[in-house]
């Protein structure tokens, strides 16, 4: 069970996202300090440190949050044994509903991403990277069968849904 240090029993990484979702929120990835950070937690540094290792980990833990939950509900929509134009649709829709539901998370990152350090830009383009290749794989998919035209390469209509 992991360890918390309030009755609640809410997770240390827990808290530390929240607080630092927040603070992000309310004054800017820039403008908080580690230390606003942990006492909005109610926890040590050394805890944040044991947990994300630095302010650039937790805005990256921020936004891969949102992208985890979008992969996989991108997945199970895929591979759901429903016809390519169904799955394609739900694709769409899901991933708007899925911003929607976490559009702090998503608009704090998209403010902040230029804080990142090269290292975690990387990884951010790895992860989207990922998404999009399923996504333009429902595409490809629903092209070979027919279903969908041709005329426009999936990759201009992943890159513009």
Do not use: C, W
């Not at 805005?59 to 939950?69: G, I, N, T």
């Not at 769409?92 to 990152?109: G, H, P, Q, S």
């Not at 830009?121 to 279903?147: D, P, T």
């Amino acid at each position: 069970m992991p360890r918390t240090t309030d009755g609640d029993g809410t997770p240390v990484p827990q808290r530390l996202l929240a607080a630092a979702t927040r603070l992000f929120a309310e004054q800017g990835y820039d403008r908080t300090s580690v230390q606003e950070i942990v006492e909005a937690a109610g926890v040590t540094k050394g805890a944040l440190y044991h947990y994300f290792g630095s302010k650039d980990d937790l805005l990256h833990e921020v936004y891969a949050r949102v992208l985890r939950v979008q992969q996989e509900r991108l997945d199970v929509l895929a591979n759901a044994d429903e016809p390519i134009e169904k799955r394609l649709r739900a694709a769409a829709a899901d991933v708007v509903v899925t911003t929607i539901e976490n559009l702090d998370d998503a608009m704090i990152f998209f403010r902040s991403m230029h804080h990142l350090s090269p290292e975690k830009n990387k990884q951010v383009r790895a992860e989207r990277r990922k998404y999009h290749e399923r996504f333009r794989a429902l595409v490809e998919e629903g092209q070979e069968a027919g279903v969908f035209s041709k005329a426009t390469p999936a990759d201009l209509v992943v890159d513009y849904h």
